[in-house]
């Protein structure tokens, strides 16, 4: 750790998203503590799950992949603080890491990108969906058994590129990316999140730092915003309990209404035909029993060994 408390030393992936999530981070950081632009530096990190291209996630080992070597250049001081993209950061972190504040969220709706039909209805049978996350396989599956959904890796301009070549007809990507990146015009349309349900935590940037660096810490914790921080910890809750990961279809959505907190969860087999889903109320200052409460309801309804199945599937 340096002697200076400046730079603040920010760690991120490298795609144009991170570095804008990250460049975010610095920004909000500077205006809330006065601070000049030599005050933050960015440092950018290849991941594993950035190296690996051939295969999916879970096939690869999951989506720690994309923050182990971002959280071992906190450990080992390189940098102060991490930040992430919420839906890609595991649910237990290493020894003496924490996620300290999260900005407020982006939409979360997940956008369908075509340029042969207007919506995911609209395209002919046979078409080839290209994505992926098991979750958006799911569920295109669950709403067109006759479609071909075909992994599809790499970052947001990789992935236009491949559609724009015609490598798939069609694909699926957050909408809070593509307004980070100014490229919200790419979206053909928008999916609703009552038959689609987005990535736990999408949408929203995570910090992670620390535990015991006071100093950051207490810059950091300035960025957080409390809904969000509401929202993203029950869906973590929810997430954990099921022993959750990217070999598992798990979507869900927590939204925060003054003093109270709504969760709706949904866990669906990879090709669509089977999911189980749950509905928790609860209130906005114990939103991890809302998300347990939810995880367990979904243990109950679908079984442990339809869950097991899940996480064993690929």
Same mark, same amino acid.
């Not at 990190?45 to 182990?68: C, H």
């Not at 799911?138 to 959904?149: G, Q």
């Not at 990146?181 to 987005?198: I, Q, R, S, V």
């Given at each position: 750790?340096?002697?200076?408390?400046?730079?603040?030393?920010? /760690?991120?992936?490298?795609?144009?998203?991170?570095?804008?999530?990250?460049?975010?981070?610095?920004?909000? #950081?500077?205006?809330?503590?006065?601070?000049?632009?030599?005050?933050?530096? %960015?440092?950018?990190?290849? $991941? $594993?799950?950035?190296?690996?291209?051939?295969?999916?996630? /879970?096939?690869?080992?999951?989506?720690?992949?994309?923050?182990?070597?971002?959280?071992?250049?906190?450990?080992?001081?390189?940098?102060?603080?991490?930040?992430?993209?919420?839906?890609?950061?595991?649910?237990?972190?290493?020894?003496?890491?924490? +996620?300290?504040?999260?900005?407020?969220?982006?939409? =979360?709706?997940?956008?369908?990108?075509?340029? %042969?039909?207007?919506?995911?209805?609209? +395209?002919?049978?046979?078409?080839?969906?290209?994505?992926?996350?098991?979750?958006?396989?799911? #569920?295109?599956?669950?709403?067109?058994?006759?479609?071909?959904?075909?992994?599809?890796?790499?970052? =947001?301009?990789?992935?236009?590129?491949?559609?724009?070549?015609?490598? =798939?007809?069609?694909?699926?990507?957050?909408?809070?990316?593509?307004?980070? #990146?100014?490229?919200?015009?790419?979206?053909?349309?928008?999916?609703?999140?009552?038959?689609?349900?987005?990535?736990?935590?999408?949408?929203? %940037?995570?910090?992670? $730092?620390?535990?015991? @660096? @006071?100093? =950051?810490?207490?810059?950091? $914790?300035?960025?957080?915003?409390?809904?969000?921080?509401?929202?993203?910890?029950?869906?973590?809750?929810?997430?954990?309990?099921?022993?959750?990961?990217?070999?598992?279809?798990?979507?869900?959505?927590?939204?925060?209404?003054?003093? @109270?907190?709504?969760?709706?969860?949904?866990?669906?087999?990879?090709?669509?035909?089977?999911?189980?889903?749950?509905?928790?109320?609860?209130?906005?200052?114990?939103?991890?029993?809302?998300?347990?409460?939810?995880?367990?309801?979904?243990?109950?309804?679908?079984?442990?060994?339809?869950?097991?199945?899940?996480?064993?599937?690929?």
């Amino acid at each position: 750790m340096s002697a200076s408390p400046f730079p603040l030393r920010i /760690a991120t992936r490298g795609s144009p998203l991170a570095l804008a999530q990250a460049e975010e981070v610095a920004a909000r #950081l500077r205006s809330a503590h006065d601070l000049g632009p030599g005050d933050t530096e %960015i440092l950018v990190l290849r $991941t $594993t799950g950035d190296r690996i291209q051939d295969r999916t996630l /879970a096939e690869a080992g999951g989506k720690g992949l994309f923050t182990k070597e971002i959280e071992e250049a906190l450990i080992d001081g390189r940098a102060d603080i991490a930040v992430h993209s919420a839906k890609d950061v595991p649910t237990w972190l290493p020894d003496g890491l924490v +996620l300290s504040a999260f900005l407020e969220r982006e939409d =979360v709706r997940d956008a369908f990108v075509c340029r %042969i039909a207007g919506t995911l209805a609209d +395209l002919p049978a046979g078409a080839v969906v290209g994505t992926a996350s098991l979750r958006r396989q799911a #569920l295109v599956l669950r709403a067109r058994p006759d479609l071909k959904v075909v992994t599809l890796r790499g970052n =947001v301009q990789t992935r236009l590129r491949k559609l724009a070549e015609g490598t =798939v007809q069609a694909t699926l990507l957050a909408l809070a990316g593509l307004k980070r #990146l100014g490229a919200e015009a790419e979206a053909t349309a928008l999916f609703d999140t009552g038959p689609f349900p987005p990535a736990l935590g999408q949408g929203a %940037i995570a910090i992670e $730092t620390r535990a015991d @660096d @006071d100093r =950051v810490n207490s810059l950091v $914790t300035a960025l957080n915003h409390a809904d969000t921080e509401a929202a993203l910890l029950c869906e973590r809750a929810f997430l954990a309990t099921l022993d959750g990961s990217c070999r598992t279809p798990i979507a869900g959505l927590a939204r925060v209404d003054g003093p @109270d907190l709504a969760f709706r969860g949904l866990v669906v087999s990879p090709d669509g035909r089977t999911a189980h889903e749950t509905t928790a109320m609860g209130g906005r200052t114990d939103p991890e029993a809302t998300g347990r409460r939810a995880g367990e309801d979904i243990i109950a309804r679908a079984g442990t060994e339809f869950l097991a199945a899940l996480r064993t599937a690929h």
